[in-house]
């Protein structure tokens, strides 16, 4: 159940989502940068070359060492890393092939083929190198993260937090490590630990652009809104060239009302990018916030002209043209939505509303009885259908006001469970989960078998595992699971608690 506080909110997409893991490979780093350096030759000059991003004096560096030494597997593989960053892949892959023909106990030329592999959809490949990696050194952090992403990457999770969490072990300050397993815990739902996790990562790399944005997303997802603010500025200040830093800053200072600020990040991504179509869209939306409605109507119009397939920017743009009172505009852009959702009931009931006040009400009327056969309680559908209907259909008209009465007592039990839950998940992420488990159980007794029911087991089978109680937090996800069959969350969470 989310945490969903009342608040005027922009219904907006977060440019980046919860779920890119980070790889490591490239120049070493760490403990394995004092393992594996190359002998003093002109090998060090071109590593030096490497980290300050000059790729073509690197590059002739390393092919002029080769030259002179063609027998250093190393410098096979420094040179790979310059092809890597330089976007050329296939000879990248065989002066790895080299490197380990001359050397094939050289443990960071497999862990830079299996990422190559990875990149190239090769994730079998990918699991044997990162194996050999980690089978010549054992201690290689780098290696097991990486096989900790491979594994993410083919849906086995469990085996995922086993490798992140491995190679945490080996070095407590690895941040991208920290930060895959924060990444991995968000998609998971556990926030609480994906939070901590993230600000630790944070901590450790305050100007890794992707570990802060990360990091932002989950505090919104928690309701710490300013110190999301916060993380979003820091990733702005690590990245300030990167459209979607802006994007996403823009879209925390919108949440938060801040509609000014939020302009001025969504003109500074589409100075830096043109063609950003989120930023088109976001900056569309906060201009009819503030009511610059003719604005707002082009920003909304070059999004969907940048990218077409999205219902809800359709809708968006549809309900502007409806304020503007282009009634038919607005209903082309809604049979857009539709078109592209039709199972959508908020959408059919939106077209409806418009083809209502554009006289047509048959048409109107067919879009709401599809919307209610989508979703029986509606009840914004019920109501204007149930008007709708008056005259011509009273005994109909009559059904659907007395079931509108029913679901209207029904929305407040669960308004007030609800406000229970939401509690009991705000003590969870603050670490209490006796608290939580307390609260939880509150709901469940009030709600009984209420429409929330499947989520208060969902939610509270997730608490317990978190806590450490996987027997009890594995019977209140299988009463879940009975409920809301095919949830993925709830088929994770088990497949986690069995591996255990």
């Known amino acids: 159940m989310k945490i969903d506080k009342a608040r005027k909110i922009l219904k907006v997409v977060l440019a980046t989502a919860i779920t890119s893991p980070m790889v490591s490979g490239g120049l070493l780093n760490s403990d394995a940068e004092m393992r594996y350096a190359p002998a003093e030759s002109q090998s060090n000059d071109a590593q030096v070359l490497l980290e300050k991003g000059n790729l073509h004096n690197a590059i002739s560096t390393l092919r002029r060492e080769i030259k002179a030494h063609p027998q250093d597997a190393k410098n096979y593989y420094l040179l790979a890393i310059a092809l890597d960053r330089y976007g050329t892949f296939p000879e990248e892959r065989r002066m790895l092939t080299r490197s380990l023909v001359l050397d094939a106990t050289y443990p960071p030329a497999h862990n830079q083929l299996a990422l190559l592999n990875l990149r190239e959809g090769k994730p079998t490949e990918a699991v044997i190198e990162l194996k050999k990696a980690i089978a010549l050194d054992p201690h290689y952090a780098e290696a097991k993260n990486n096989l900790g992403v491979v594994y993410r990457s083919t849906g086995d999770e469990a085996k995922a937090e086993e490798f992140f969490r491995a190679a945490i072990s080996e070095s407590a300050a690895y941040a991208q490590a920290i930060g895959n397993l924060g990444l991995l815990l968000a998609s998971q739902g556990r926030l609480g630990e994906a939070s901590r996790l993230l600000q630790r990562a944070a901590n450790l790399d305050p100007s890794n652009r992707e570990i802060l944005t990360a990091d932002a997303m989950v505090r919104t ?222 709901a469940l007794a009030k709600c009984g078998e209420c429409a929330a029911a499947a989520q208060l087991h969902k939610d509270l089978g997730l608490v317990y595992c978190r806590s450490g109680d996987l027997r009890r937090g594995e019977e209140q996800l299988l009463e879940a699971e009975k409920r809301i069959p095919g949830d993925k969350d709830v088929a994770k969470a088990l497949q986690i608690v069995r591996s255990k």
């Open 221 to 442: 997802r928690l309701g710490d809104r300013n110190h999301a603010i916060e993380e979003f500025r820091a990733a702005v200040s690590a990245a300030p060239e990167r459209a979607e830093t802006h994007v996403n800053l823009g879209i925390a200072l919108a949440d938060s009302s801040d509609l000014e600020g939020a302009l001025q990040e969504f003109n500074e991504a589409i100075r830096l990018e043109a063609n950003n179509s989120t930023a088109h869209y976001n900056r569309g939306r906060v201009l009819g916030e503030m009511n610059r409605d003719s604005e707002a109507k082009v920003e909304l119009e070059k999004a969907v002209l940048l990218k077409n397939s999205d219902p809800e920017w359709w809708s968006t743009l549809g309900a502007q043209y409806r304020k503007l009172g282009d009634r038919d505009a607005a209903v082309r852009a809604l049979h857009r939505a539709v078109d592209l959702e039709p199972q959508n009931a908020k959408r059919r009931y939106a077209l409806g509303q418009v083809l209502s006040e554009s006289d047509d009400v048959p048409a109107a009327i067919e879009e709401w009885k599809i919307a209610l056969s989508i979703r029986p309680d509606y009840t914004a559908v019920l109501y204007v259908l149930s008007r709708a209907l008056l005259h011509d259909h009273p005994a109909e008209s009559n059904q659907l006001q007395a079931r509108l009465l029913e679901l209207k007592s029904q929305e407040k039990l669960i308004e007030d469970v609800h406000v229970i839950a939401n509690e009991a998940l705000v003590k969870d992420a603050e670490g209490d989960s006796e608290a939580s488990i307390s609260g939880l159980k509150t």
